[in-house]
């Protein structure tokens, strides 16, 4: 686990991060070594819109960059071309509905933490999603379940919503509430695929399409060994049932290693970029033998061109990077065996969201709530390595000291309160 000197660093409008290394980056906020710290470096505005708003935190990452401080003390960046992977952030402001956005930027496709109010999600993004994951259905955290039917309707093929047990016949509850007699008219189906989990880590699941008006069709009973709800090429999450009174989830993201491709060093063995470079990544990712053939094709001025290599010749090409964790947790009790669960879940997060929804001087009034406080979530989030926190449902009874709630947890955090 790091240590408070490899804390997050707080900035103003810019980012620390050390020389190469990978830095997590979120709400204003860097992991950087004391090391990278020591010399003034030339500025960069590079992300002022992502640290616009503290609470709308993006996950952001930097593999080379350069890091200190201006003659008055305030952090400079200088990042060499990077594009933030995941852009993971508040769906809200931290005393609106809980909710987490995390946009997959090279994939064209989006997943959800909660479906509270949406409002602020344009349908656009709506229709990115292909995966949900819902904590509970308490009406702040699944009131956009029928914002999200309605616009993916006749727009949008479908997606996969995960929840805790009695999930499946809630969504079903909520589809049989509306009459949908006109949905055969739309040429594109929406299937809704719906899986809750127990305790025990079985699953049941249940499909609901258009044309059958969201009948329900039972789909085979399963198993999610540790907690695992979806594992795709890209990416995997996982999750764990903590007690909020109601069994109540805490989903962990997890990127799995991808790889980048050097366009300029493929350029200095006579190759171009093209589809092909898909195929080479996910023959390294499967560790194919160097001896394996990988047909580079391209179009140039003179044509299409092709020309086959072992892909032991185009490693020097390749960059194998670690995914990136974020984790998401909301209404929890504090007690051991939460606490327990969730840094198990949440340990080394790059970003974990976590709840603070009360000051530890109204401790005894979070507990009867089934809620953290501030003190408690940066508690966690220390136990369990997080390298950034993002707090978020904060109670509307602290609108005028919402400082307070996030340096109590800043300093848990970091070992000091």
């Known amino acids: 686990m790091a240590g408070p000197e490899r804390r997050g660093v707080a900035l103003a409008g810019r980012l620390v991060v050390a020389e190469d290394e990978r830095v997590a980056v979120s709400g204003g906020a860097a992991d950087v070594p004391r090391s990278g710290r020591d010399r003034a470096i030339r500025e960069r505005r590079y992300l002022d819109a992502a640290l616009a708003e503290p609470e709308r ?90 914002r999200l039917v309605r616009i993916c309707v006749g727009r949008h093929a479908g997606m996969r919503l995960f929840g805790p047990p009695g999930f499946v016949d809630q969504v079903e509850r909520r589809l049989a509430s509306y009459t949908w007699d006109r949905v055969d008219r739309y040429d594109v189906e929406l299937v809704l695929t719906a899986t809750e989990i127990d305790e025990r880590g079985a699953t049941r699941s249940a499909r609901f399409r258009t044309r059958s008006g969201f009948a329900r069709e039972p789909l ?33 993201l997890e990127e799995k290693t991808h790889v980048n491709v050097w366009k300029n060093r493929l350029e200095e063995m006579g190759l171009r970029v093209g589809p092909w470079v898909a195929e080479l990544k996910r023959a390294a990712l499967a560790g194919a033998a160097k001896d394996t053939p990988i047909e580079a094709r391209w179009q140039d001025a003179d044509g299409a061109r092709s020309r086959t290599c072992p892909l032991g010749d185009l490693e020097s090409a390749l960059e194998f990077v670690p995914g990136q964790k974020i984790a998401y947790v909301t209404d929890v009790v504090f007690h051991d065996a939460n606490v327990a669960r969730i840094v198990d879940l949440a340990r080394d997060a790059d970003m974990l969201f976590i709840e603070s929804v009360f000051l530890a001087a109204d401790g005894a009034h979070a507990s009867q ?32 000291r919402e400082s307070a709630l996030r340096v109590e947890l800043d300093a848990a955090w970091r070992g000091n309160g």
């Open 57 to 146: 935190a993006r996950l952001l990452f930097a593999e080379k960059a350069r890091a200190g401080f201006d003659r008055i003390g305030r952090a400079t960046i200088a990042i060499r071309s990077m594009r933030p992977i995941l852009d993971a952030r508040l769906v809200n402001d931290a005393f609106g509905d809980p909710g987490v956005y995390v946009d997959f930027r090279f994939e064209k496709r989006a997943l959800a933490f909660d479906l509270g109010d949406n409002a602020a999600l344009a349908p656009r993004h709506l229709l990115r999603l292909s995966h949900v994951f819902v904590s509970h259905t308490h009406m702040d955290h699944f009131i956009g379940f029928d």
């Open 220 to 252: 085979p009973e399963g198993i999610a060994p540790g907690g695992l709800l979806t594992d795709e090429e890209t990416f995997r999450v996982r999750c764990a049932l903590l007690d909020h009174r109601t069994p109540c989830l805490g989903f962990a």
């Open 369 to 400: 709530k089934q809620h953290l406080t501030a003190r408690q979530a940066g508690t966690i989030a220390r136990l369990a390595g997080a390298r950034g926190v993002t707090p978020f449902h904060f109670s509307p009874r602290y609108a005028e």
